[in-house]
């Protein structure tokens, strides 16, 4: 059974940084396909990166060149390393499996000044 735990939100101003870590247990992901989510309020959750079995990634437009998703497979967590935040980052962000499995928490983050 996958677990997941994300960390890592807060507050932060506009041009800010933050790195989200998400703990796995119940599968291993060297070799699994990972992906990052967010969901602002009153929005429907979306998909923010992907990491392919290898490690290829992929982020949303709106997030490319200031996301970077990477994982460790010794420690057996992926994250999330966000640069110059913006005010529409805001949002709970989830990681998980792909194909998805059950969600976990979520961190919450807030870009304001």
């Known amino acids: 059974q996958v677990h997941l735990v994300e960390s890592g939100g807060g507050l932060v101003q506009p041009g800010g940084s933050l790195r989200l870590s998400c703990v796995v247990s119940?599968?291993?992901?060297?070799?699994?396909?990972m992906v990052w989510y967010r969901q602002a309020p009153g929005k429907q959750r979306e998909l923010v990166a992907s990491?392919?079995?290898?490690?290829?990634?992929y982020y949303y437009d709106l997030v490319k060149g200031r996301f970077t998703f990477y994982r460790d497979n010794a420690k057996n967590m992926v994250y999330l390393q966000m640069n110059d935040l913006k005010p529409e980052d805001t949002a709970v962000y989830y990681c998980?499996?792909?194909?998805?499995?059950?969600w976990g928490q979520g961190t919450q983050v807030t870009v304001s000044s």
């Open positions: 998980n499996t792909f194909p998805i499995s059950a």
């Open positions: 119940g599968v291993i992901v060297r070799g699994q396909a």
């Open positions: 990491m392919t079995s290898g490690t290829d990634t």
